[in-house]
């Protein structure tokens, strides 16, 4: 009861990541920003009515498959103090809008809408909607990759890797893009969760987030990783290892390609730019 399937728990949830993703863009056009005030920075103290109705659209949905799960919310809203997870192995990391103030209240780049199932550290499935794109992915550690159009039959995910975009994160550094843009690649930017599945997005050939601090990439950050993987995705961070799997460890790079020679330049760029 406890512990969910990782395939249980992307088909339980697809519908309530369609339903958020509606939400999301009915707010859209209206949404204006009422900062956290505990929050250090202006991208962490974002925070719309977009990112709470669509969490409790979420929560709602978890709720009803899976009460006795532990829950890693980016907000506090009413249905978070309803789970009780306190003998669980099983972490849902839920982002209901990821990219708040860049991607969703300044237009720049996709936002997204984050659901992952960690499994004793590492994650095990994921879940990442692109509202205004009007995409969905999923994947299952094992089990393949999917991805559908709003209304639309889900069908195997593989790269794309077409054209010559990257999709960086905000916040990354200029030095990287002057470099990426010497290797011949046009910087685009979005939000972290749509880095993290940027291959598989038509038009958009490779992504790369950097991200400070000690614990770099958070969890929520995470969560594509296991969809980019099972679509063929190579993904390591700027030194070239793979990138890691589970929740914590420490990395301030992720780089998502869909081949060796992307993966290389991408690398290359980094140690150009002396960022790793």
């Not at 200029?174 to 993290?196: D, K, N």
């Not at 594509?224 to 460890?249: H, K, N, Q, Y």
Request: charged letters at 25%; proline letters at 6%.
């Amino acid at each position: 009861m406890n512990e969910p399937d990782p395939r249980g728990f992307v088909c339980s949830l697809r519908g309530a990541i369609a339903r958020a993703a509606t939400r999301a863009r009915e707010i859209e056009g209206s949404a204006t920003n009422a900062p956290k005030v505990r929050e250090e920075t202006p991208e962490k103290q974002a925070l719309t009515q977009a990112d709470l109705e669509c969490q409790e659209i979420l929560l709602t949905a978890l709720l009803e498959s899976q009460p006795g799960v532990r829950i890693e919310a980016e907000e506090d809203t009413p249905t978070c103090h309803l789970f009780d997870g306190s003998r669980s192995e099983s972490v849902v990391v839920i982002d209901p809008i990821d990219g708040t103030l860049h991607s969703f209240l300044q237009g720049e780049g996709p936002y997204a809408i984050l659901l992952g199932l960690v499994v004793e550290g590492v994650y095990r499935a994921g879940l990442v909607a692109l509202p205004r794109e009007g995409l969905f992915f999923s994947g299952v550690t094992g089990g393949g990759a999917t991805w559908n159009r709003a209304r639309g039959n889900e069908r195997p995910a593989r790269i794309q890797a077409r054209g010559n975009r990257v999709l960086v994160s905000h916040g990354m550094p200029e030095s990287v893009c002057v470099e990426l843009r010497a290797r011949g690649f046009e910087v685009v930017f979005g939000c972290g969760g749509a880095v993290s599945v940027a291959p598989l997005i038509p038009g958009i050939r490779a992504g790369a987030r950097y991200a400070a601090g000690s614990r770099g990439v958070s969890p929520r950050g995470r969560i594509g990783v296991v969809i980019s993987r099972e679509a063929g995705a190579r993904v390591t961070g700027a030194d070239g290892r793979s990138f890691p799997d589970d929740a914590d460890t420490p990395a301030n790079t992720l780089l998502v390609a869909g081949d060796l020679d992307d993966s290389a330049a991408l690398q290359a760029a980094f140690a150009a730019a002396g960022c790793r």
